[in-house]
């Protein structure tokens, strides 16, 4: 048995080992650190970024709904707004659907910040959409708004301060310190990762110096072991480079060069013999006969192989050139394609017919289409012909292609190309001055990227197509939904965009449009507060000089003045839940009685009666005014008396001012209501008949102060007739 021979493949062996090792060890890390920042990427991009983003659409969606609040208590008085709508939708509609993607996420969280959402969303249905509610059931009609209690109590809680406002406000901190929360874990879990490569980074400085070193040594090791006798049969290499085969002996080591400077001493003897039929072949006379030393004779061999292989280069040659010619033709095709891939690419119909125009004239077909994915409305995605040369009209009358329909349709579903070598004689005809013809080839090749199908290109033809132009094509392809993906993604971030900044100039709008909405709204309030303030202080007035009374639609007295009660010498004590027509003399109450169902009509009526005081009768004038609510229904009646005891002649002055009073009372009623009127016209038609509201504004207002004033002036007259 031979002794261990420590040869050059075991020297490199043991050099190339060492080196693996530490390579080895580098790749075991750098897997382990890619993995663990994939990992922890992973996390960032699939939990905490979404988690963010929807938490951040439910902050706006919150915002929203407290604009949209303000706007049901103190704008749209109208049913079914777009506004008062948005509210609703974001309770029953927008709402859960954020809830149900934020909860796709909620499980990775964190116990805390599961809980703090939980709380949160509790807060949101359990509370704030509770009070919503509330106020939207209270204000679901248009009367309601003008029902002072109702109003009471809503605006408080939606103005500054309000419970639903300061609720509001609470839950968007929350949801604020939640997301930053995430966000914070984010920026964490990115911290790590950032750790990570920076460990990494040290990682391969200290490998690859390594690594260097034991380069180094290994190539110090091998060299020296192998240079001297390298250099001993260099020099007699370089001699026989010159020509000279030496008859000397080299010393012989126990390794390959050992036994390589045995194989050139043994070659040495050997090219004398094969020199000779190296010249003939040299001389181009290849039908030389040659026997190689061995069957292992190399050289021998070789040139016996050169010779056949010099002899069936000629044949290749052609070949050869043939195929550099195609390899040029792909190149320069994708070249050519890429410069037309790089123009128009902002317009597909333009872009569609330059690509099927130059591909039908490149590959010498007849004639071509070009179908592109149609992904506008996620619910109908089609492939849509935007390209067709050379075909008939009636071949492609349908526009649309589903996947799985036709052949196009099956090549998108398949994913595959399609190549067929026998038509259906109907499939299509190509026309031309001579006469119609049946093209005998088609080819049909998707457009593929990243495993999605943007399109199909169709292509027909004469000649069978070669393998050579099938692979162009595809690779074109590839090229070209490239081309559709980056087209398809700018049209999405244009459309994103536009509808961005719309919706934007929409919001300002609605900004703008409550603020003078709520100041106009601020100065009619504060109009009607004075105007109740002046009414106030005439009926005041009125109480100071007339007798009062107000009864149900029944005649049955519940409240009366301090004069009433002089005029009759008692109290109220003895007229409240009495008739109003026992207070008089037998002879007029049957006249009240009569007339007393003209009130429920609306219709008021005045007459003089005697009334029956104690010990006494006086006279008084009555009158009788039915009042109605703001739905314009009759509740009481009110009842106004002057003395006409003292002077008939003065009783007959006062029943022209107290008529005087009924005009002026009919026509702040009057007033009133066509005020109501406007207001409620005001919202359907603020824009177009603002100009003419204010003018009937302006002419009402006109009204109730001439009223005023000559309510004043009757006044002024009562007071001076009640001096007399």
């Given at each position: 048995?031979?002794?261990?021979?420590?040869?050059?493949?075991?020297?490199?062996?043991?050099?190339?080992?060492?080196?693996?090792?530490?390579?080895?060890?580098?790749?075991?890390?750098?897997?382990?650190?890619?993995?663990k920042s994939e990992k922890l990427n992973n996390e960032i991009t699939?939990?905490?970024?979404?988690?963010?983003?929807?938490?951040?659409?439910?902050?706006?969606?919150?915002?929203?709904?407290?604009?949209?609040?303000?706007?049901?208590?103190?704008?749209?008085?109208?049913?079914?707004?777009?506004?008062?709508?948005?509210?609703?939708?974001?309770?029953?509609?927008?709402?859960?659907?954020?809830?149900?993607?934020?909860?796709?996420?909620?499980?990775?969280?964190?116990?805390?910040?599961?809980?703090?959402?939980?709380?949160?969303?509790?807060?949101?249905?359990?509370?704030?959409?509770?009070?919503?509610?509330?106020?939207?059931?209270?204000?679901?009609?248009?009367?309601?708004?003008?029902?002072?209690?109702?109003?009471?109590?809503?605006?408080?809680?939606?103005?500054?301060?309000?419970?639903?406002?300061?609720?509001?406000?609470?839950?968007?901190?929350?949801?604020?310190?939640?997301?930053?929360?995430?966000?914070?874990?984010?920026?964490?879990?990115?911290?790590?990762?950032?750790?990570?490569?920076?460990?990494?980074?040290?990682?391969?400085?200290?490998?690859?110096?390594?690594?260097?070193?034991?380069?180094?040594?290994?190539?110090?090791?091998?060299?020296?072991?192998?240079?001297?006798?390298?250099?001993?049969?260099?020099?007699?290499?370089?001699?026989?480079?010159?020509?000279?085969?030496?008859?000397?002996?080299?010393?012989?080591?126990?390794?390959?060069?050992?036994?390589?400077?045995?194989?050139?001493?043994?070659?040495?003897?050997?090219?004398?013999?094969?020199?000779?039929?190296?010249?003939?072949?040299?001389?181009?006379?290849?039908?030389?006969?040659?026997?190689?030393?061995?069957?292992?004779?190399?050289?021998?061999?070789?040139?016996?192989?050169?010779?056949?292989?010099?002899?069936?280069?000629?044949?290749?040659?052609?070949?050869?050139?043939?195929?550099?010619?195609?390899?040029?033709?792909?190149?320069?095709?994708i070249t050519m394609f890429s410069d037309i891939l790089r123009k128009?690419?902002?317009?597909?119909?333009?872009?569609?017919?330059?690509?099927?125009?130059?591909?039908?004239?490149?590959?010498?077909?007849?004639?071509?289409?070009?179908?592109?994915?149609?992904?506008?409305?996620?619910?109908?995605?089609?492939?849509?012909?935007?390209?067709?040369?050379?075909?008939?009209?009636?071949?492609?009358?349908?526009?649309?292609?589903?996947?799985?329909?036709?052949?196009?349709?099956?090549?998108?579903?398949?994913?595959?190309?399609?190549?067929?070598?026998?038509?259906?004689?109907?499939?299509?005809?190509?026309?031309?001055?001579?006469?119609?013809?049946?093209?005998?080839?088609?080819?049909?090749?998707?457009?593929?990227?990243?495993?999605?199908?943007?399109?199909?290109?169709?292509?027909?033809?004469?000649?069978?197509?070669?393998?050579?132009?099938?692979?162009?094509?595809?690779?074109?392809?590839?090229?070209?939904?490239?081309?559709?993906?980056?087209?398809?993604?700018?049209?999405?971030?244009?459309?994103?965009?536009?509808?961005?900044?719309?919706?934007?100039?929409?919001?300002?709008?609605?900004?703008?449009?409550?603020?003078?909405?709520?100041?106009?709204?601020?100065?009619?309030?504060?109009?009607?507060?004075?105007?109740?303030?002046?009414?106030?202080?005439?009926?005041?007035?009125?109480?100071?000089?007339?007798?009062?009374?107000?009864?149900?639609?029944?005649?049955?007295?519940?409240?009366?003045?301090?004069?009433?009660?002089?005029?009759?010498?008692?109290?109220?004590?003895?007229?409240?839940?009495?008739?109003?027509?026992?207070?008089?003399?037998?002879?007029?109450?049957?006249?009240?009685?009569?007339?007393?169902?003209?009130?429920?009509?609306?219709?008021?009526?005045?007459?003089?009666?005697?009334?029956?005081?104690?010990?006494?009768?006086?006279?008084?004038?009555?009158?009788?005014?039915?009042?109605?609510?703001?739905?314009?229904?009759?509740?009481?009646?009110?009842?106004?008396?002057?003395?006409?005891?003292?002077?008939?002649?003065?009783?007959?002055?006062?029943?022209?001012?107290?008529?005087?009073?009924?005009?002026?009372?009919?026509?702040?009623?009057?007033?009133?209501?066509?005020?109501?009127?406007?207001?409620?016209?005001?919202?359907?038609?603020?824009?177009?008949?603002?100009?003419?509201?204010?003018?009937?504004?302006?002419?009402?207002?006109?009204?109730?102060?001439?009223?005023?004033?000559?309510?004043?002036?009757?006044?002024?007259?009562?007071?001076?007739?009640?001096?007399?």
């Amino acid at each position: 048995m031979e002794g261990f021979r420590f040869t050059i493949a075991n020297k490199l062996i043991a050099g190339f080992g060492i080196l693996t090792i530490a390579v080895l060890l580098s790749s075991i890390f750098t897997l382990s650190t890619l993995n663990k920042s994939e990992k922890l990427n992973n996390e960032i991009t699939s939990v905490y970024t979404p988690s963010v983003s929807n938490l951040s659409d439910m902050y706006d969606l919150i915002s929203n709904s407290k604009m949209l609040i303000k706007n049901w208590v103190f704008i749209e008085r109208q049913e079914s707004t777009p506004d008062k709508q948005k509210l609703i939708d974001l309770h029953t509609t927008t709402f859960p659907k954020i809830k149900s993607s934020i909860l796709k996420f909620y499980k990775n969280w964190s116990e805390e910040n599961q809980l703090k959402f939980d709380k949160i969303v509790t807060t949101i249905e359990d509370t704030l959409f509770k009070k919503h509610s509330y106020v939207m059931e209270n204000l679901s009609t248009f009367e309601s708004y003008d029902d002072p209690m109702i109003i009471f109590e809503i605006n408080p809680m939606v103005e500054e301060g309000g419970e639903i406002i300061v609720l509001t406000d609470s839950i968007l901190s929350r949801l604020n310190i939640l997301m930053t929360n995430l966000n914070d874990l984010s920026v964490a879990q990115n911290n790590k990762m950032v750790a990570s490569f920076n460990s990494f980074k040290l990682f391969i400085y200290i490998s690859g110096l390594v690594i260097i070193l034991a380069v180094l040594l290994v190539a110090f090791v091998t060299i020296r072991s192998i240079v001297s006798p390298i250099k001993q049969l260099k020099s007699m290499l370089i001699t026989m480079s010159k020509g000279i085969l030496k008859k000397e002996k080299l010393r012989v080591n126990n390794d390959e060069i050992g036994d390589m400077t045995l194989a050139l001493d043994n070659l040495i003897d050997n090219l004398e013999k094969t020199a000779e039929f190296s010249l003939e072949i040299g001389k181009g006379n290849f039908n030389t006969e040659f026997k190689p030393l061995s069957d292992r004779d190399i050289l021998g061999n070789s040139l016996i192989t050169m010779r056949d292989d010099l002899m069936e280069a000629r044949e290749n040659n052609e070949k050869r050139k043939n195929e550099d010619t195609l390899r040029n033709w792909s190149s320069h095709g994708i070249t050519m394609f890429s410069d037309i891939l790089r123009k128009d690419n902002d317009d597909l119909k333009k872009l569609s017919f330059n690509i099927m125009t130059n591909l039908i004239d490149y590959i010498k077909a007849i004639q071509g289409a070009l179908f592109i994915i149609n992904d506008t409305d996620q619910n109908d995605i089609f492939y849509e012909l935007t390209s067709a040369i050379a075909y008939g009209r009636d071949k492609f009358m349908q526009k649309k292609i589903y996947p799985g329909e036709g052949l196009v349709g099956r090549c998108v579903f398949e994913k595959l190309t399609i190549y067929l070598r026998e038509i259906p004689e109907d499939f299509v005809i190509i026309t031309s001055g001579l006469g119609d013809a049946n093209p005998t080839n088609l080819l049909l090749v998707p457009l593929i990227i990243n495993d999605e199908v943007f399109g199909v290109i169709e292509l027909a033809s004469f000649n069978e197509m070669q393998r050579y132009e099938i692979e162009f094509v595809e690779k074109l392809g590839e090229n070209i939904a490239s081309t559709i993906s980056g087209v398809k993604i700018n049209e999405r971030t244009a459309r994103l965009l536009e509808q961005s900044q719309q919706q934007s100039e929409e919001l300002a709008a609605q900004e703008e449009e409550m603020r003078q909405n709520m100041e106009e709204l601020q100065a009619t309030q504060e109009e009607s507060t004075r105007k109740e303030q002046e009414m106030r202080g005439t009926v005041e007035a009125i109480n100071y000089v007339i007798g009062t009374a107000e009864t149900d639609l029944e005649g049955n007295i519940f409240n009366v003045n301090k004069i009433f009660t002089e005029y009759l010498y008692t109290t109220d004590g003895d007229l409240i839940g009495n008739k109003i027509w026992t207070l008089l003399t037998l002879e007029y109450q049957k006249d009240v009685e009569e007339q007393w169902h003209k009130l429920s009509n609306g219709v008021n009526f005045s007459l003089e009666a005697e009334y029956q005081a104690k010990k006494t009768t006086v006279w008084l004038t009555t009158s009788f005014y039915p009042l109605k609510d703001e739905n314009g229904d009759i509740f009481k009646v009110l009842v106004l008396v002057i003395d006409k005891t003292k002077s008939r002649s003065i009783e007959l002055r006062m029943k022209e001012y107290l008529e005087k009073i009924n005009i002026l009372t009919e026509e702040i009623e009057l007033a009133k209501q066509q005020l109501e009127e406007k207001e409620k016209d005001e919202q359907e038609f603020k824009e177009q008949l603002m100009e003419e509201t204010e003018a009937q504004s302006e002419m009402l207002e006109n009204k109730l102060k001439i009223a005023e004033q000559e309510l004043d002036k009757a006044l002024a007259e009562i007071e001076k007739l009640k001096g007399k």
